[in-house]
């Protein structure tokens, strides 16, 4: 029977069945307009699993931003991205409508599982994964299961303090924060302070590619601010094994720049054996961490 899987962002929606076969089929991505608030979001998401109802499907996965218990399916905290999402009961709502099991899971522990299982750390049990964008999620998967600690909410790895003094201000309410610095969203906004052009990912690669004046430096101090942060985890974890994800991460040049500087910050003991290497599943890696989640809790007996 095919599961179906949801990935809820504050900008879009994807999804997909999972198809006896081993297949992710009828991939789509909608608009989740998040910042009409959760009643909107729960009625389109309503929607668009009706929309695959006559496909059928014995169970339902969703990767969802914001913090998520995951035992009772439920949004224990979501930001304002998605109005109103705070405390939502996700599953108890959708297995009420749609009569299957449900899972719940938060998108970068779902997307850290698709690269456990399906993608980049498949075969390895134990490593770290980290994602760029906006901000700077993080998971710690232990022995392939999420490492999530006292509530749920381990490895924010985006609030590591990385600037003691005089630091940026973040949205957990701290000053100096990893990923006021190094996630994606911070280099863009060093970027257009050089360039009002540069004002994403790709338009910066393309003006690195046609070697426009003032783009290496600004991704040199960028690749410094994120290596900062890798190599402090490196000397907590002493990982084997550490994915990077997020759209600008699929760049090779910037992932090798990023590599070299994040060497050069790990003491040569901890820097043996490690492997760093981007992630693989791209925007479909929540959807096939929900696969996995699904899978792993049918074989080992749960609903
Ligand atoms: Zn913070």
Redesign the pocket.
Known sequence: MNHLVIDIGGTAIKSALYTPSGMLADFRETASDGREGAQALLSRLHDLIGSYAAQGFDRIGVSTAGQVDCVAGRIIFANDNIPGYTGTPLAEILTQDWQVPVDVENDVNAAALGEAYFGSARGIADFLCLTYGTGIGGAIVIDGQIYRGLHGLAGEF??LVTHAQDGLP???G?TG?Y?QYASAAALVRQAVRINPAWSNGRLLTEARDAAKPGVIPVLEYWAEEVACGLSSLIHCFNPSLIVLGGGILSDENIFQRILRHTLNRTMPSFARGLVIRPASLGNQAGLYGMVAIGRNTRSSGGA
């Open positions: 985006g609030h973040c949205t957990c701290q924060c990923e």
